[in-house]
């Protein structure tokens, strides 16, 4: 109870300050989000506690990748095997990688190796637009992997006169990134087209206090990513279109307590996605949306140079065609569509072991928002069958109720569930073809504070997670072994707070394992951030502070411990398109590990220098 005090407690702090600085900013909140429910609607609108991380903010946060980004968000928590490009995991709401879906620009990625998680590590932010994210059970929205949440990046998109944009940075362990592009609008067609390129030197990522055995060299990175977007109105309200993004990674890692050192570790990833869309205004309250899409990965890691040599190659390729419909009733809105996913994985390793297999995902689905007076619902059910699996109907029940013109009530209940890789089920040494489908029910309510240019979301929840797919080291097969179950509060704040530009968070959690009563591994009950932008003169100044609380680690490694980390970042304005960028990583050179054994990155500066078209 006393936990419960303290969070609504710092979860009220953001009102307060709101009556202490009357200079908070007085215009409207206006940012639009698509993926709480598949069409367009104001942010504080949304049911599921929903953010957009808009390019305004990815460049004052002078983040590099994806999970530098997300790092700061209520509910996020990043795990990775060293530096830049090594191997990461995600945690949303307790959920692991697995269980988080990912969509660019609507393309829902997919891995179906033995690792089931896209690599977050590669995806570079040169080419993004914005981020949206869903926390919660939306598997009746989007189907298989949506138990923790939904993470939508939106790739640069061209509007207005045409304008190119460019930067270029170096700092510590021999980094350096640079990126170009050109994007706009001539008469109907829209278009943006881009390239990036990073690359560093890296550090030994092992830690020899605790590896002493492992190779001590470097371990480097180097990433290329490119976006290319075009599209053009036919007719009013009838837009054809394309869109291909990717990066190709190549990185260096350590063994994990298993090398030499002598032996040298090597890999890439290679990650392609395109769509043809079509977006047709069949009537004033009709819209139709027709989308075909490919997304590949590519993934090969090479030990050949070691004590026991070994490499081997993993692709997946998903094909998806979704039809979905917007249809306006009065103040109602209803969704409904179908959709087909084909996914494939073919791998391959030096011991001549080979996995090839296919299947199909079919889906129906529908949906219905709207609001009366002071009520606001959203109603979401979904159908999905996979080959060889049972079919699976999920679905999602929210509410909302206008308590004044800045507080909301909301509140929801939802089912999800999560498809095992194929790899998973027909890996020769691990696969288990009698895996069933992990389920998740989930229960949250919340309360939403707007006023002026900010918003406070405070939301309490409940997950729980039936035949958990995890590898069984027991039977060395990936079997349904467990349940697991988190509940919390998640507190988030955007806004301005006299003149500055402030995000905020607080999680505060329990994810355990129902088997053992342990909590789950590498996960935090307590996070929280504090980022602050304060714009002086033609000066932007701006610093964040992270707390990542205690984590086990494995069963046979100690417990990880607390870390808080400060960054520092300046900016400025040259000319009205030209501006110098500094940063200033772990300003005090915190000693942290989010893995056993893996060392993060020291105190390290960069500097740069950007140009945006006027």
């Known amino acids: 109870m006393k936990t419960f005090v303290s969070c609504a407690r710092l979860a009220a702090l953001p009102v307060a300050l709101a009556a202490a600085f009357p200079s908070f900013a007085q215009t409207q909140l206006r940012d639009v989000v698509v993926t709480a429910n598949r069409s367009e609607q104001l942010l504080t609108e949304a049911i599921p506690h929903t953010t957009v991380i808009g390019r305004d903010v990815i460049g004052r946060s002078q983040a590099i990748d994806l999970p530098s980004l997300l790092s700061s968000e209520a509910g996020f928590q990043f795990t990775q095997n060293g530096g830049r490009g090594t191997s990461a995991n995600l945690f949303l709401r307790g959920s692991a990688s697995i269980q988080v879906l990912v969509l660019i620009d609507g393309v829902p990625l997919t891995r179906q190796d033995t690792t089931g998680t896209v690599s977050l590590e590669h995806m570079m932010l040169d080419q993004v637009e914005r981020v949206e994210i869903v926390r919660g059970n939306v598997s009746a929205i989007y189907g298989s992997g949506a138990i923790g949440g939904v993470i939508q990046v939106f790739t640069r998109q061209g509007q207005g006169t045409p304008k190119g944009f460019a930067q ?82 190549h990185f260096a890692f350590d063994g994990g307590g298993f090398g030499t050192v002598t032996d040298v570790y090597a890999g890439s990833n290679k990650q392609d996605t395109w769509s043809i869309f079509s977006h047709n205004q069949i009537t004033r309250d009709w819209r139709s949306e027709l989308t075909f899409s490919h997304g590949s990965e590519r993934s090969i890691y090479d030990a050949t140079l070691t004590a026991s040599p070994y490499d081997s190659e993993a692709v997946t390729r998903s094909r998806t065609l979704n039809w979905t419909n917007n249809v306006v009733f009065g103040s109602w809105l209803v969704t409904a569509g179908a959709e087909h996913q084909h996914q494939v994985i073919d791998a391959t390793d030096s011991s001549a072991t080979q996995l090839n297999r296919e299947r199909g995902v079919r889906a129906l689905f529908a949906g219905l928002s709207g609001s009366v007076g002071a009520h606001s619902v959203q109603f979401n059910v979904r159908r999905d069958a996979a080959e060889g699996l049972a079919p699976k109907a999920t679905g999602y029940a929210g509410y909302g109720f206008q308590l004044t013109p800045d507080w909301k009530l909301i ?62 080291f027991s039977t060395s097969t990936f079997n349904n072994v467990t349940n697991a179950s988190n509940k919390g509060l998640e507190v988030s704040y955007s806004g301005k707070v006299a003149g500055a530009d402030v995000r905020s968070s607080l999680t505060l959690q329990d994810p355990v394992d129902e088997g053992t009563g342990q909590r789950l591994i590498r996960r935090a009950r307590t996070m929280a951030s504090l980022g602050v932008s304060l714009p002086l003169g033609q000066w932007i100044l ?25 960054n520092l970042t300046a900016r400025y304005t040259l000319t009205p398109a030209i501006a110098v960028t500094a940063r200033l990583e772990n300003l005090f050179d915190r000693h942290y590990q989010t893995a056993y054994g893996y060392n993060q990155a020291g105190r390290s500066a960069y500097v740069g220098i950007v140009w945006n078209q006027k």
């Open 168 to 249: 270029l940075e170096a700092g510590s362990y021999g980094s350096v990134r640079a990126s170009a592009g050109l994007s706009g609008q001539m008469g109907d067609t829209r278009f943006s087209l881009g390239v990036g390129r990073h690359r560093t030197d890296g550090f030994s990522s092992m830690d020899v206090t605790q590896y002493p055995a492992e190779n001590p060299d470097a371990d480097g990175y180097r990433n290329t990513n490119y976006n290319f977007a075009v599209s053009h109105e036919l007719a009013k309200g009838n837009t054809l279109g394309l869109r291909a993004q990717g990066s190709d990674g």
């Open 411 to 472: 509140g929801s209940a939802s089912s999800a569930f999560n498809l095992p890789p194929l790899g998973y089920l027909y890996d020769p040494y691990s696969g288990n073809a009698a895996l069933q489908h992990e389920t998740a029910r989930s229960a949250e309510l919340g309360v939403q504070w707007t006023q002026g240019g900010q918003v406070v979301r405070a939301t309490v929840f409940k997950t729980h997670i039936s035949n958990l797919l995890q590898y069984d």
């Open 542 to 566: 701006g610093g964040d502070l992270r707390y990542t609380g205690a984590r086990p680690d494995t069963p046979t490694h100690p417990a990880l411990s607390a870390y808080t980390l400060a």
